[in-house]
């Protein structure tokens, strides 16, 4: 798994039938201030350039079609681990062409770039969690904040001694705990 993924599932929150489900942070941390929507993910469309007489094709990680407007929202989740603020804001203004109404969510971490996104009209949301990485030895469950794997495992034999796998390529992540989306609201006292 990836994080990229990890964060989607804590989003959507899915049914098993792939429903937003009730307690989708989309919904309770307000990317989304609805349940009345459907989604689509990696929705591949094409764009023209005119000036150019080229077609390119956008692929945002997230459209929202609202049921009860006719309006749909893009929305691009960025990770912690291969961050590019320019490459990033390239992609948004390309989306910006089909979706007026295009977000973006970033790393808390990188909370310093929001108001560039702001300045370029995009609504931004902050996401921060803790990770959970497996050990493929003892299976234990370890909880960090750190986008790498522990450097140590925690968990403990049935006598109380210490596995102590140091071993980053025998941890597999799989889930995040305590994920949060909060709006970037800007400070206008700040500055």
């Given at each position: ?39 689509k993910l ?22 929202i079609t ?126």
């Amino acid at each position: 798994m990836t994080i990229d993924d990890e964060l989607l599932l804590e989003l959507f929150k899915p049914d098993p039938c792939g429903n937003v489900g009730k307690e989708a942070l989309i919904v309770k941390d307000h990317v989304v201030r609805t349940h009345a929507f459907d989604y689509k993910l990696e929705d591949s469309q094409e764009i023209s350039f005119w000036r150019k007489s080229e077609i390119e094709r956008i692929t945002p990680d997230i459209v929202i079609t609202l049921k009860r407007e006719t309006k749909t929202i893009a929305i691009e989740l960025e990770n912690d681990i291969k961050w590019d603020f320019q490459d990033s804001l390239r992609q948004l203004n390309k989306y910006k062409k089909n979706f007026p109404d295009t977000r973006i969510i970033i790393p808390r971490e990188y909370k310093r770039f929001a108001p560039l996104y702001v300045h370029e009209g995009f609504k931004v949301y902050l996401w921060s969690a803790k990770r959970k990485w497996e050990c493929l030895r003892c299976h234990y469950i370890n909880i960090e904040e750190n986008r790498v794997p522990p450097k140590k495992c925690k968990g403990k034999t049935k006598e109380g001694k210490s596995y102590g796998n140091t071993n980053l390529g025998e941890f597999d992540l799989v889930g995040l705990e305590g994920t949060k989306f909060e709006e970037y609201m800007p400070d206008p006292t700040q500055g």
